[in-house]
Nanobody
Framework: QVQLVESGGGLVQAGGSLRLSCAASGRTFSSYGMGWFRQAPGKEREFVATISWSSGNTYYADSVKGRFTISRDNAKNTVYLQMNSLKPEETAIYYC?????????????????WGQGTQVTVSS
């Protein structure tokens, strides 16, 4: 069992930055591929970024490439999402998710565990 707890959300002006964190319980964090997703009101949950369990390879949605960076610290059981140049349309609840031995956690239906989400609001 893995429990995920996100933090770091908040209100930021357009063009600003936020750093989200997702702390995981358990001793096998390094065996999980991790992903960040977001869901805006009235919209489906969408993939944002992922980092693999083994190689640390990263993948991003086209809409965030060059602005967002996903990273992980296995010693701290934590995955991060650095978000720069934020846009109002990126206002959403941001979730982290874990998939056992996941190399690219891009499909929400394939995730094994989810956090409760953290609200990110970008004002114009």
């Amino acid at each position: 069992q893995v429990q995920l707890v996100e933090s770091g959300g908040g209100l930021v002006q357009a063009g600003g930055s936020l750093r989200l964190s997702c702390a995981a319980s358990g001793r096998t964090f390094s065996s999980y591929g991790m992903g960040w997703f977001r869901q805006a009101p009235g919209k489906e949950r969408e993939f944002v970024a992922t980092i693999s369990w083994s190689s640390g390879n990263t993948y991003y949605a086209d809409s965030v490439k060059g602005r967002f960076t996903i990273s992980r610290d296995n010693a701290k059981n934590t995955v991060y999402l650095q978000m720069n140049s934020l846009k109002p349309e990126e206002t959403a609840i941001y979730y982290c998710a874990a998939k056992y031995l996941g190399r690219a956690v891009r499909n929400p239906e394939e995730c094994d565990y989810w956090g409760q989400g953290t609200q990110v609001t970008v004002s114009s």
